[in-house]
């Protein structure tokens, strides 16, 4: 395979940038290195152990509540609202997810205010649109991973130019490993704006100065404010879409409702339902979610999907106030453990022969809004309207672009979105698997009103129906199974709470239903999608760390085993990941079996 050859040699000649081993949260954590195997021998167990590197949380996120550049991100947030200016979250993949998350809590908060309390905003500019994220291949990546974006910081600064950013607003850039190039890009875009700008990370300060350049010269420019939120390796090694992102969504939702507290100042705090110290709030909240009787529901609600999947059977997650939440998880799973992504579905009636996607494989899991079409779907799980890119090859080409993005520019527009449907349509690729289930995530109060309507609207088309239900669980549910994780939510503007217990459950669920399905290998993603060039660098790490081969034998066998999958997934064959491919065929066989 001389062209695969030929793209490993040029990886390992050029990319050391990209060389990331050094870093924390590339990893193995020693409290889950036997994952995989306790899975299959005592699935409570690995829950538990999953949940226990959570525990790593709680007091690096004191130590920031305390820290003065924590102080100074509130008060930089309360200037901006009160000035009549805008603050962006910025970030790609899991954090850019984040940001949008961030975005849409802030918005319902407001439109809440607006409806149900319009005097509690009075005297503030209209706070409606103050906070913009801004999302590495716009909201088009919220459902589909845009390869290529993450890799350029143009893109990044491009983007946030494009959002409008200027001097007096306030630029929170986000990213995990402390070195994603469009991250990067956005930071100095910001401070070339103006604006005040916040770089957040959850790697070691020093490690990322002393082993990544594009990070040592941001935490060095002094105009930049940095929060350094590393909390050590994750559950899953690489997986920063866990602990990374949940303490970023605790600090970053806490600093939110911190500003949102002295901005409405004719209230106290108390009345807006603000705890005293948000990490303790977050460590009870955790040793709820940990209780023997919520790892029991978990252990059934593993089993229960890996039964259905393990039939090729599909799950279809049915939600409302949270829908955003329960489709980040759902999204994320794809890249994580290379499953198929959501796929495109336009109705007949409206979409030109040809235009639905019916050849990709099913997703596995997909989400659904039972009160509304497709496109109000959209517009309540966003809080707005979906900001899709219209980027041509002027753009690109503008942008220096690899020639795979100028030869054919991804489609990132709103009409793109809208073909996800989300909505209430019915959708028979999802009822016709040879197993099927609905499950209603039910978050706080919402049971009452979310399971009947679920149950109206598609139970009888699903050969399953369950509920999960989140928080108190004293409101029984119609559906065939139940899920309790029974924890307290207490009320607060954005509902931090609700959205970490969703985020919480969901993450370790889903994840540990893949390693029950033999995606991880130990504590390792040998299921990953080697889509950019960090994630190319970690299946040349895995592999070389699985089969005893150097990290130059690995990054060929990677990239010949890349352009395989690819040509067996053209011929409509089932196929593994690379990574997983490699190992496979790099692994000494043993003559005695």
């Keep these: 395979m001389p062209d695969a050859i030929e793209k490993a040699n040029r990886f390992l000649k050029e990319e050391h940038a990209f060389r990331l081993g050094k870093l924390l949260t590339e990893a193995a954590h020693p409290k889950t290195q036997a994952l995989s195997q306790t899975a299959q021998t005592d699935l409570p167990a690995a829950v538990a152990m999953l949940q226990s590197v959570d525990a790593d949380i709680p007091p690096v996120a004191e130590k920031v509540f305390q820290d003065k550049v924590f102080q100074e991100l509130v008060d930089a947030l309360v200037q901006a609202m009160e000035a009549g200016n805008r603050i962006y979250f910025t970030g790609c993949g899991a954090t850019g997810r984040l940001a949008i998350l961030l975005e849409a809590a802030w918005q319902r908060f407001c439109r809440q205010c607006r409806q149900e309390t319009p005097k509690r905003l009075g005297g503030l500019p209209d706070p409606t649109d103050r906070i913009v994220s801004v999302m590495a291949g716009g909201d088009y990546a919220l459902i589909k991973a845009v390869e290529g974006f993450e890799d350029f910081p143009d893109f990044g600064r491009y983007q946030l130019k494009q959002a409008g950013v200027k001097q007096g607003d306030v630029v929170v850039a986000v990213t995990e490993g402390g070195e994603t190039p469009f991250v990067i890009g956005t930071a100095w875009q910001g401070l070339d704006a103006g604006a005040k700008v916040f770089f957040v990370y959850n790697n070691p300060t020093g490690v990322l100065c002393r082993h990544v350049t594009r990070s040592r010269e941001v935490i060095e420019e002094p105009r930049i404010r940095k929060i350094d939120l590393t909390t050590g390796p994750m559950a899953i090694t690489g997986s920063t879409r866990m602990q990374a992102v949940t303490i970023e969504l605790l600090v970053l939702g806490s600093a939110l409702e911190m500003a949102l507290a002295r901005l409405l100042r004719e209230r106290p705090a108390a009345e807006l339902g603000l705890p005293a110290q948000y990490s303790e709030v977050f460590c009870r909240l955790l040793t709820q979610l940990s209780s023997p009787s919520v790892i029991r529901a978990m252990t059934d609600a593993i089993l229960f999907e890996g039964d259905i999947y393990g039939r090729d059977g599909l799950i279809t997650y049915v939600a409302d106030s949270f829908l955003l939440d329960v489709l980040t998880d759902t999204t994320e799973r794809s890249p994580t453990f290379m499953l198929p992504p959501f796929r495109k579905l336009v ?247």
């Excluded at 139970?459 to 029984?476: E, F, M, N, R």
């Excluded at 119609?478 to 899920?483: I, L, N, S």
């Excluded at 029974?486 to 959205?499: A, E, F, G, M, R």
């Design 347 to 593: 109705p007949k009636v409206r979409a030109p022969k040809g235009r639905a996607d019916k050849s990709s494989p099913h997703p596995w899991a997909f989400v659904k809004d039972p009160f509304r079409s497709t496109r109000d779907a959209w517009r309540s799980l966003l809080s707005r309207e979906p900001r899709g890119l219209q980027w041509d090859a002027t753009v690109y080409e503008q942008l220096s672009a690899p020639t795979v993005l100028l030869a054919e520019p991804p489609q990132l527009s709103n009409d793109e979105i809208y073909k996800f449907q989300i909505g209430w349509e019915p959708d028979a690729s999802r009822t016709d698997a040879p197993d099927s289930a609905m499950v209603a995530i039910a978050v706080g109060d919402e049971v009452s009103h979310l399971v009947p309507a679920a149950l109206k609207v598609f139970g009888t088309q699903y050969k399953k129906t369950a509920t999960a239900l989140i928080g108190p669980t004293a409101v029984s549910s119609d559906t065939g199974r139940r899920f309790e994780f029974t924890c307290d939510l207490p009320d607060s503007p954005l509902q931090l709470w609700h959205h970490l217990a969703v985020k919480l459950v969901l993450n370790t669920i889903s994840t540990a239903t893949m390693v029950r399905m033999g995606r991880v290998l130990g504590n390792a993603m040998v299921w990953v999608s080697p889509s950019n060039k960090k994630l190319i660098d970690r299946g040349c790490r895995l592999i070389s760390q699985v089969t005893g081969c150097s990290y130059e034998k690995a990054c060929t066998k990677l990239h010949q085993t890349m352009d395989e999958v690819e040509s067996r997934s053209q011929q409509g064959q089932n196929v593994p990941s690379p990574v997983a491919l490699a190992i496979e065929q790099l692994k000494p066989k043993n003559p005695s079996h």
